[in-house]
């Protein structure tokens, strides 16, 4: 418990002496900071920022994302598909993507597995477990983004004011950092967010050791549709546009969100069974095979 301890503490350690150098820290900008008090507590802040989410267990919207990254032969490859994201929390996701209404690529999970379906030429689906992904299962995928942090990374996901967590202002004051550990993979996550309103506008995680692994810019804003009354306080707001970049590598994931709305997710989006048998997929490799 003790060495635990001590490696969360220096995991927060390591994530706060990052803040400078990612939230502003020029030294024109510095002259124009806002001072701050103390930071609001870890608890008091979670739950400001959870208001926002809590209504988003079920999330479904339009999207447009362009993937920048490196294939599995080295080629660098920019693909702009459109289509569909359908996410239930904590860790079911289902990306589906193509070109003139033909679905091309599939990238889904659910708690124990996660799949790239690719149908441009022979359809062929890449199948690896959470636990396993690592640099050669990205390799050999061709995306370097791990499924689940894609939740993530939306903003979509409350953060456990039970878990251990701190609070800090940005160097310019403009910004309220939030880190808090991820329970499922022992990861700790940053989201700065406008202190008055918790919208959030950047996120970073960082895995186990504290090494930055994916920074997200989120950037305007769309309103999701809920039931009407459903929600007090009126439809919550969430990024527009996110902005994902893979530390050490090449990979950079931007998504435009529209159409955003708690309703018509579908669960057999997340059966992948069921995917292989939908698009006649008929290839499958285990991306955890060594």
Known sequence: M????LLFAAVFAAAASLAGCAENCARDQRRDAIVRGPAPSYREAAAAYNVRVEPLARFRAQVTVQFRYTDREGRSRVEQPEGTVQIVRPDHLALSLGKLGQVKFWLGCDD?????????DEPVAYI??????????AGRLG?????????RVLCLTPIDPD???ATQWSRDGRRLGISSRIAATGEVQRVWVEPDTYRPRKIELFDA????A?????????R???????????SPWIPAYVTVYVQDTDATVRIKLSDARNEGVSDRAFAVDALLSAYGVERVEDLDAR
């Open 128 to 137: 690896g477990r959470h636990e396993r992904f690592d640099r050669a299962a």
């Open 163 to 165: 878990a251990p967590g």
């Open 214 to 222: 994916v920074v997200a810019e989120l950037t305007d804003e769309e």
């Open 209 to 212: 050791a504290g090494v930055p």
């Open 2 to 5: 003790i060495a635990r301890a």
């Open 143 to 151: 995306l370097s983004l791990p499924p689940r942090s894609l939740i």
């Open 224 to 234: 999701v549709t809920v039931p009407p009354g459903s929600v007090r306080g009126g």
């Open 112 to 120: 124990a597995r996660y799949w790239w379906l690719d149908m441009m």
